[in-house]
């Protein structure tokens, strides 16, 4: 029986795709109205800016750092980073939080898993800081009995280290854990791969479309709510 949930935050408790989108237009919005530089010279220094730092960082929490990405970029472009990278940033994350929603039916079934004392972990690749923010504007400071980030655990998903670190918040065995998450690799078959249950949040697409090698999978939390009611003594 699972007696704790633990949900990756990203594209799987609320919309990270559509706010990261919004948000660099934002930015790029900024950057050329100060700098006077076109759609194309921005975009191309940025994506150049991300590329640099992820192959030079590599799987690690750092390499996801928009500060890193906003420094580079302006470095790309010729100016002197300190002129405008901490508003970039601002820009980014003041966009970005302030336009977060939790997904439908997010809130009904932490508050069932609560009703039953089933644990809630939050699992999710990035800085400490700004998850942290993240689950404070969704509401959450209440809900989760356990955090882990990549940058804590000094892995990234899907390594066993990060899951195993979560098991140890927990002070729970990897069977009685269900892991929910939006990415089949580094989520589902991540946390499989360490021993604990697993979900595939994988939203308009339905369980007999998703469904392989024994993976469950549900594209909204209404599938999820009944899906776990069934692994939970009693029920939700």
Not at 50 to 69: D, I, N, V
Not at 104 to 126: F, N, Q, S
Not at 203 to 229: C, F, N, R
């Amino acid at each position: 029986m699972i007696k704790a949930v633990i949900f990756d935050l990203d594209d799987t408790l609320y919309d990270y795709k559509a706010l990261e989108r919004a948000a660099f237009e934002c930015v790029g919005e900024l950057v050329r109205e100060r700098l006077g530089v076109s759609e194309e010279q921005c975009e191309e220094a940025f994506m150049r800016a991300r590329l640099a730092t992820k192959q030079k960082l590599g799987e690690t929490a750092t390499s996801h750092s928009r500060m890193l990405y906003f420094q580079k970029t302006l470095e790309y472009l010729d100016i002197r980073p300190l002129y405008l990278a901490l508003e970039m940033y601002e820009t980014y994350w003041g966009f970005f939080l302030d336009n977060m929603t939790l997904y439908p039916g997010v809130r009904e079934l932490l508050e069932a898993l609560h009703e039953k004392y089933i644990r809630i972990g939050v699992c999710t690749d990035l800085l400490a800081h700004i998850q942290h923010r993240k689950l404070r504007r969704l509401g959450m400071m209440d809900d989760v009995d356990c955090l882990v980030t990549s940058e804590e655990a000094g892995v990234e998903k899907p390594a066993p280290g990060i899951f195993k670190l979560c098991l140890e918040k927990l002070r729970l065995p990897a069977a009685a854990v269900c892991f929910v998450g939006d990415n089949l690799e580094r989520d589902v078959k991540g946390a499989m791969a360490a021993g604990l249950q697993a979900v595939w949040f994988h939203p308009g697409v339905s369980q007999e479309e998703t469904a392989q090698d024994g993976i469950k999978a549900v594209s909204d939390y209404k599938e999820l709510y009944e899906l776990l009611s069934r692994d939970i003594e009693g029920g939700l």
